[in-house]
Every structure is written in structure tokens, then in C-alpha cells.
């Protein structure tokens, strides 16, 4: 193998001929929308796989070194969809002992030589007053102003890593941009993927994370997080056995709501609307998994690799959860980030959170909420609600 790069091209030629021909397997009509979708992505991502590929033998020419990275005592940040991952993995991320990828790494500089060229033209960019990159974030601005109301994006940004899997088309999240009943196969990552594919998988993250260490984790630990880990937590522990896990866990009546907001949104991105039944069945089939699994496969990883989190104690009491989360992983907090802590907790005590996702508005109630998740109010002592 020249590379460990990593592309899944059979399932990615086989997805676009389903969606091409309209075939009955594809859970969305081929109209205008989705016409223009195929045609503007299709080119950009056979391009950006060429790109990376070209880049990631460059790679094995000039350093090779960062094959002798290790990555240690790793820390995932787990939890379904708006579970509170995203507010963790920004605060943690204001902490330097800790590194983390941003979005512009994970679609445009997965290699190193593309790193340092990005990097570069950065610095060249930043000598004549940040004209491109001001573009850029206007840009984001304007085509990515609602769905920032919801998870705030941007090339600049820290973000899950479940990026890379889009660039390799392994992501459960490839679904709401093509609707094949495969790509929901990543839901389940531990449990339906043979080992085969999740060690190609995992392989090529652990080979992502030590290039970009190589770059910009020197001295340091990595940090991600991934809602959709939490169908990956055994793998996590396999590839990563000194990994440590922290598991954010958020009342059903809250995460629920948004996360038919959150898929009802990607699914628009290239499709009409989507039909409220399939909604309900794609967020119900990942999250009550995810919800179920997490809570089994953690009982397989050891004390003092994981720690259980509640959303309501983290957005409340920062500081109070970072000590927690810190103490239970055997990480120490620096003066420096203790003062951040300060700040957060003083800032959290004046947030008042501006979504307030109705249930009811894609089509479920407080009840069947109450009877689907009952088994994770009883464990994590979250209220019900009459």
C-alpha cells in the first residue's frame, strides 16, 4: 500500500448510479434540487479525492516521520446529536494541552504538505489585512446563516471528526445527502460493519490524527468529538486502548426535539422536504440505538477511561464539570484554563438558550418520547415530564 489513504469508491459509484438512474432504493425523488446537488458534488469530491491522494504520497516522501507519532491517551467526546458535545469539545479546545481539528483540515488538508501549504497561504494572507479569509467567513455567513442557529459551522471551526468519514464515505450522515438504506449501516458501526471495514476505518482515522499531530500536536493530546462514536465506542476502545471517554448524556425531551430539527435540515440541504414518517424513523433508529448501545459498550471500558456527563450539569456548572471530567480521566487543569473556566461558568450563568424545538412540530409528542427513552430518564435521574 502506497498510502494509507482511505476512499470507499465502490459504495460511492454505486450511491450516485442509484441516484443518477432514480432507482427505488434511493429514498428521495430525483427532482430539480437533487439534480443540481449531484451535478455541483459529484466533480468537487472525485476532485478533493485526487487532490488528497496526490497529497498523501507527497506525504510518504517528504515525512514519513509522523508514522512514528503515537497517539496517547486520546480523549473522544461521545453522545447523540445535540447532546452538548460540540459546547465540551470548543471549552476543552481553549485548554492548549489539548489539540483538535478544525473543518478546513478535514476536507482540504487532510495530509500534511497540504497543511503547511494552507498554512502558508494563511500567513501570506494575514500580512496584507486577512482579505480571503474574511471572504470566507462571509461567505459562511450568508449560505450557512440557519443551520448556524442550530450547530454553528464554518472552515475555521473545531469540529467532529466525523468529517473524515465524510471524505471517505463511511458516515452514517452521508444518508440525508444520499438516502441509501446502506449508509445507515454506520449507525451501527460496531455491530454491522465486519472487522475488515471498521480496521480500514479506524486505521485511516488513527493515520488522519497522527498527521495532523505531526503538525500541530507536538507535546500534545488529542481531543475530538463525534455524536456518532457513540455506535463506536468498542472500536474506539480496540483501536484506541488508552483512549479516554467522556459520554454526554441530555433529557430525550430536549435532544430528541432537536435532532429531527438538526436532520430535517441536512436532509433539505439536497432534497425537498422529508416526509415527517421518515424523519421520525431515521431519528428514532440512530438515536434510541445510540443511546442503548453507549450505555452497554461503556460497561467494557475500564474506570478511569470514561466518565458519564449529564448536559444540564456541563451547561450550568462548567467548572464544576470540566473538575469532574479532568479528575475521573487523570488529566490536570493548567492556571490558564481554570481562569477560562471561570469565565465560562460566570457566562453560563446569564445564557439563555434561544431553541426551543417543539416535539410536536415534526410529528411526536412528550409521551412517545417518554415510552421510547424511559429506560434513560431511570438511569440518568432525569425528570419526566406529565
Request: charged share 25%; hydrophobic share 40%; proline share 3%.
Amino acid at each position: 500500500m502506497l498510502t494509507p489513504y482511505f476512499f470507499d469508491f465502490k459504495m460511492f459509484f454505486s450511491v450516485v448510479y442509484r441516484s443518477i438512474t432514480g432507482s427505488d432504493k434511493i429514498e428521495a425523488p430525483l427532482g430539480f434540487k437533487r439534480l443540481l446537488f449531484l451535478i455541483a458534488f459529484v466533480p468537487f469530491y472525485l476532485w478533493i479525492q485526487v487532490v488528497n491522494y496526490i497529497a498523501f504520497l507527497i506525504d510518504e516522501i517528504l515525512f514519513r516521520g509522523y508514522r512514528g507519532i503515537s497517539v496517547k491517551n486520546a480523549l473522544f467526546i461521545v453522545g447523540i446529536p445535540r447532546s452538548g458535545t460540540t459546547f465540551m469539545h470548543r471549552l476543552f479546545s481553549l485548554d492548549d494541552q489539548f489539540t483538535a481539528v478544525k473543518t478546513w483540515e478535514m476536507i482540504f488538508a487532510p495530509a500534511i504538505c497540504q497543511k503547511y501549504f494552507w498554512l502558508f497561504v494563511g500567513k501570506l494572507d494575514g500580512m496584507i489585512g486577512s482579505p480571503f479569509k474574511k471572504l470566507i467567513l462571509a461567505f459562511e455567513k450568508s449560505v450557512a446563516s440557519e443551520f448556524n442557529k442550530i450547530h454553528k459551522v464554518g472552515l475555521f471551526e473545531t469540529e467532529e471528526d466525523e468529517v473524515m468519514f465524510l471524505t471517505s464515505f463511511t458516515s452514517c450522515y452521508l444518508y440525508f445527502f444520499f438516502p441509501d438504506r446502506r449508509m445507515t449501516d454506520y449507525v451501527f458501526f460496531d455491530e454491522k460493519l465486519s472487522f475488515e471495514q471498521r480496521k480500514k476505518i479506524m486505521d485511516y482515522r488513527r493515520a488522519l490524527i497522527k498527521k495532523h499531530m505531526f503538525v500541530f500536536g507536538e507535546g500534545k493530546t488529542y481531543m475530538t468529538k463525534n455524536p456518532a462514536d457513540s455506535g463506536k465506542i468498542a472500536s474506539i476502545h480496540e483501536f484506541f486502548p488508552d483512549g479516554k471517554i467522556v459520554y454526554l448524556v441530555r433529557s430525550p425531551y430536549q435532544s430528541v426535539a432537536s435532532v429531527l430539527n438538526l436532520f430535517h435540515n441536512m436532509y433539505k440541504v439536497a432534497n425537498t422536504e422529508m416526509d415527517k414518517e421518515l424523519l421520525r424513523e431515521m431519528a428514532e433508529m440512530s438515536v434510541s440505538y445510540w443511546y442503548e448501545y453507549a450505555e452497554r459498550a461503556l460497561e467494557t471500558v475500564p474506570e478511569g477511561q470514561k466518565v458519564t456527563v449529564l448536559y444540564s450539569d456541563m451547561v450550568s456548572d462548567p467548572i464544576t464539570t470540566a473538575e469532574k471530567v479532568y479528575g475521573d480521566l487523570g488529566y490536570t487543569i493548567s492556571e490558564y484554563f481554570h481562569e477560562v473556566l471561570v469565565k465560562e461558568t460566570e457566562r453560563a450563568k446569564q445564557y439563555t438558550s434561544k431553541h426551543n424545538y417543539d416535539i410536536e412540530t415534526h410529528g411526536m409528542t412528550k409521551e412517545q418520547i417518554t415510552e421510547t427513552y424511559g429506560h434513560v430518564f431511570d438511569r440518568y435521574g432525569i425528570a419526566k415530564q406529565a
